[in-house]
């Protein structure tokens, strides 16, 4: 069973790449406060800031993930 951080970074990762190749504005917007929220809630986990997440390649995120 995959844990929650596992999760919560797998979704944020997910959704900052949604964010970044949504075509509408209101499409990245609603990404981005996805993101926001699983990063959010994986700072909360962890007890780190993982903003940076919300600013980082995603490739790169995918190859720590």
Excluded: H, W
Excluded at 16 to 29: F, G, L, Q
């Amino acid at each position: 069973m995959e844990s929650n951080e596992s999760y919560y970074r797998r979704r944020a990762t997910q959704e900052i790449v949604a964010a970044r190749n949504a075509i509408t504005a209101d499409a990245k917007a609603r990404r981005r406060l996805l993101a926001e929220s699983y990063v959010r809630r994986l700072s909360e986990l962890t007890g780190a800031d993982e903003s940076f997440m919300l600013d980082a390649n995603p490739a790169r995120l995918q190859e720590v993930a």
